[in-house]
């Protein structure tokens, strides 16, 4: 099940960039209302409460279920899938991204549970550790099940630690669907995932451009749309 987004990058600012965009980790209303001007392909809230970035310490799901856009992610990690069912609903979530230690079963589950209009997008996390076997047998097990993957720096918080893996893995294995590129990406970093050879399909940006947790600088997006 594929789920695209059709605004892309090349309607902004003049680049003709297919790069999408996923701003994560957002908590203020206004800025979420100025990136939707700045047409961000994928605007997202993070429902992990252990996360400085907690969005229902800001805003409740009402707030974001009125929010026009269709690229809304929640972000979930080892959450309930009744929880996580129960919040899609109210925030009028368009994808869950499963960021923890989410088993295939639980996602398949999920997916047979979950309204079919909602994809999923499953996080790899890559450390030292990372096993391509069974990163291909999971991937094997889900991909009717999942919209997009997306790799990020592996960490014991999870996500947002502003770090970069080793993106030579990426040239490495095989990516059978689209990709989100996530962990430490910085304008800096833009020159170098030029130079991937399997383009992601979307980069997702969180704490390197932050004024404070959950608060975005806007200028600095600005500045990376222009470097796409
Ligand atoms: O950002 C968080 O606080 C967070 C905490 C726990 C799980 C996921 C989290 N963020 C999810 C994201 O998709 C981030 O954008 C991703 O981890 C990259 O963050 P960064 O390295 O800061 O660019």
């Known amino acids: 099940m594929l789920f695209q987004i059709s605004s892309k990058i090349s309607l902004k600012m003049g680049t003709e960039s297919n790069l999408q965009l996923k701003v994560c980790g957002l908590t203020v209303l206004e800025q979420v209302k100025e990136l939707i001007a ?29 929010i026009d856009h269709r690229g809304k992610v929640g972000v979930f990690v080892n959450e309930k899938i009744n929880r996580i069912i129960e919040i899609a609903e109210k925030a009028n979530l368009d994808f869950i991204q499963l960021h923890g230690n989410e088993s295939d079963d639980f996602i398949s589950e999920l997916r047979k549970k979950l309204n079919p209009k909602v994809g999923i997008i499953k996080v790899f996390r890559i450390g030292e550790d990372f096993n391509v076997e069974k990163f291909y047998t999971s ?20 996500g947002g630690t502003g770090k970069q893996f080793d993106w030579s893995l990426l040239e490495k294995i095989e990516i059978p669907l689209p990709y989100f590129l996530s962990g430490g990406i910085s304008e800096d970093a833009i020159e170098n995932v030029k130079m991937i050879k399997k383009q992601p399909f979307a980069l997702d940006i969180n704490s390197k451009f932050e004024m404070k947790a959950g608060v975005k600088d806007l200028e600095k997006i600005k500045r990376l749309y222009e470097k796409l």
């Open 38 to 66: 700045l047409k961000a392909d994928f605007l997202g809230f993070i429902f992990y409460e252990k996360s400085p970035r907690f969005v229902l310490n800001h805003l409740n799901p009402d707030d974001i279920s009125k």
């Open 139 to 158: 991937v094997h097990a889900i991909q009717n099940d999942i919209s997009y993957i997306l790799f990020d720096t592996d960490s014991l918080s999870f």
